[in-house]
């Protein structure tokens, strides 16, 4: 099935679904950028900020409910889409104006594809991300609002489409950090949710294990993969990377064992 496009004039036939919680300052920056989508669904589970108020502002509809974790909210909110397609947004990522003009060319024609992959880049400290682990970074993101599926993970959770897939050419930004104390706060966040998962599914950890795989996400980002070629930040980067593989492994070792 395919859905027929709308004209240049019209707003694409796209519900745009954000889940937010003291997002204030992303949204700002990503909301300016949707005026071309039919439909911006909001999931707030709790913003003590002004989050409801600017999405408000922007003409976004506001559907407010506890948090229910990263899957099952994520299906609640698309499950509300009014449109023939999703496009799964996060709060720190902005559309470009790139990106938006390849999306109405594409929606001039009968959409031939099931789903639509976007390469996300990384704007960190001034400096976009380019090689090594964060770049590039392909995602599933638009797709038809009639089939779909949640691949249920509380961490990176995924979406899964029968039917065509296609890559844009267009960048996604992705302004992931505030900062090296924000990394580090996120990284403790969801290492704790990625190994009580993998405790859950009775995965263990071996002697030193931890160590090793550090050793090669840190070979694999900054060799490999060209983490280098970004400087000293992306030395940075693996070396983050790299600790961020330790600290998950500590964790569940930690659960394991109990």
């Known amino acids: 099935m395919f859905f027929k496009a709308v004209g240049n004039k019209e707003k694409l036939p796209i519900s745009v679904c954000i889940l937010v919680k003291n997002e204030e300052e992303n949204l700002r920056r990503a909301l300016p950028h949707l005026s071309t989508f039919e439909e911006v669904l909001v999931y707030d589970s709790g913003s003590a900020d002004k989050s409801i108020e600017i999405c408000e502002s922007f003409g976004a509809k506001v559907i407010r409910g506890d948090w229910l974790g990263f899957p099952q909210s994520r299906k609640k909110l698309f499950s509300l889409a009014s449109q023939p397609w999703i496009f799964w947004l ?25 789903g639509l992959e976007l390469n996300r880049m990384v704007f960190f ?37 029968p039917g065509k897939v296609t890559r844009l050419k267009s960048i996604l930004e992705h302004h992931s950090y505030k900062d090296w104390d924000d990394r580090r706060t996120r990284a403790e966040k969801y290492s704790a949710l990625w190994a009580k998962m993998k405790s859950s599914n009775g995965q263990t950890v071996g002697f030193g294990e931890e160590y090793l795989r550090a050793s090669w996400r840190f070979f694999r ?6 983490g280098f070629l970004d400087g000293l930040i992306g030395l940075k980067i693996a070396i983050s990377i790299a600790s961020e593989v330790i600290l998950k492994y500590k964790k569940l070792r930690l659960l394991s064992s109990k």
């Open 125 to 161: 400290l001034g400096k976009w991300i380019r090689h090594g682990e964060w770049f590039p970074d392909w995602n599933l993101r638009i797709f038809k609002s009639k089939d779909w599926q949640i691949v249920n993970q509380e961490v990176h959770e995924s979406v899964h489409i």
């Open 90 to 114: 996060d709060a720190d990522e902005v559309v470009t104006q790139n990106l938006s003009e390849e999306l109405k060319a594409l929606f001039t024609q009968d959409v031939q594809v099931d």
């Open 221 to 226: 980002t900054f060799i490999l993969k060209g």
